[in-house]
T-cell receptor
Framework: GIQVEQSPPDLILQEGANSTLRCNFS?????LQWFHQNPWGQLINLFY???GTKQNGRLSATTVATERYSLLYISSSQTTDSGVYFC???????????FGKGTKLTVNP | NAGVTQTPKFRVLKTGQSMTLLCAQD?????MYWYRQDPGMGLRLIHY???????AKGEVPDGYNVSRLKKQNFLLGLESAAPSQTSVYFC????????????????FGPGTRLTVL
C-alpha cells in the first residue's frame, strides 16, 4: 500500500518563528489532507489539497503531486499552533485515507 | 450544529467484556469512519460506511464490528475486548465523494479513550 512519511517528527519553535512541515508519499494520490490535533486530542481539518496551493490565514499548503510531496507552512507561529500535524493521502476517496505518523510541533512563548 | 459527537468519552473494560461506541453527526453526511490512534502513530481505519445500511472493512478491522442503521449514527462494537484494543477511538464523517462535491474534508469527533485491563 501507499506509504506516507512526515518530517521532521518533532519541531520546537519560539513564538513568532516560521516553519515548514513536509509530507512525502510513495505513489500518486488524488486526495491529500492536512490535519491538526491539538494538545487535547481534537482533530481539525486544515486543508484538502491534492494539488496546488491554498492559504488560510497564517497557514498555507502546497502539494506537488508529480513529485509526490506536500508542504505545510506556518508563519508567525503562536502557542496555539502546538500539537501534532498529520498528513493523510488516498488514491481513491476519503474511505481509503492513509495517515502519516505526524509532526509534533511545540511553540514556546 | 453539534458536528460529530462520540459517546462515551472514557471507558475502562476488563478483558472479555463487550461494549459499543456511538458516533452521531448532524451534518447529513453520507460517509462515516471509525479510526484508532495509538501512541506515536497516525490514525488507522477500522471500518467505514458510505451510506445508511452499508459498512466496509478498513485497515485494522479484526475484533470490531460496526452498524449504520441510521444515516446519522455509526456504531462500533467490541464483542470481547482485549488489551491490544486499548486506544483512542475517533469517529469521522464527510459529505460526499470528492468527484461530485470537489472537496473531501473529514470532520472528526472528540475521541473516546478506551482502556482494556
Amino acid at each position: 500500500g501507499i506509504q506516507v512519511e512526515q518530517s521532521p517528527p518533532d519541531l520546537i519553535l519560539q513564538e513568532g518563528a516560521n516553519s515548514t512541515l513536509r509530507c512525502n508519499f510513495s505513489d500518486s494520490v488524488n486526495n491529500l489532507q492536512w490535519f491538526h490535533q491539538n494538545p487535547w486530542g481534537q482533530l481539525i481539518n486544515l486543508f484538502y489539497i491534492p494539488s496546488g496551493t491554498k492559504q488560510n490565514g497564517r497557514l498555507s499548503a502546497t502539494t506537488v503531486a508529480t513529485e509526490r510531496y506536500s508542504l505545510l507552512y506556518i508563519s508567525s507561529s503562536q502557542t496555539t499552533d502546538s500539537g501534532v500535524y498529520f498528513c493523510a493521502v488516498s488514491q481513491g476517496g476519503s474511505e481509503k485515507l492513509v495517515f502519516g505518523k505526524g509532526t509534533k510541533l511545540t511553540v514556546n512563548p | 450544529n453539534a458536528g460529530v459527537t462520540q459517546t462515551p468519552k472514557f471507558r475502562v473494560l476488563k478483558t472479555g467484556q463487550s461494549m459499543t461506541l456511538l458516533c452521531a453527526q448532524d451534518m447529513n453526511h453520507e460517509y462515516m469512519y471509525w479510526y484508532r490512534q495509538d501512541p506515536g502513530m497516525g490514525l488507522r481505519l477500522i471500518h467505514y460506511s458510505v451510506g445508511e445500511g452499508t459498512t466496509a472493512k478498513g485497515e485494522v478491522p479484526d475484533g470490531y464490528n460496526v452498524s449504520r442503521l441510521k444515516k446519522q449514527n455509526f456504531l462500533l462494537g467490541l464483542e470481547s475486548a482485549a488489551p491490544s484494543q486499548t486506544s483512542v477511538y475517533f469517529c469521522a464523517s464527510n459529505l460526499d465523494i470528492q468527484d461530485r462535491v470537489g472537496t473531501d474534508t473529514q470532520y472528526f469527533g472528540p475521541g473516546t479513550r478506551l482502556t482494556v485491563l
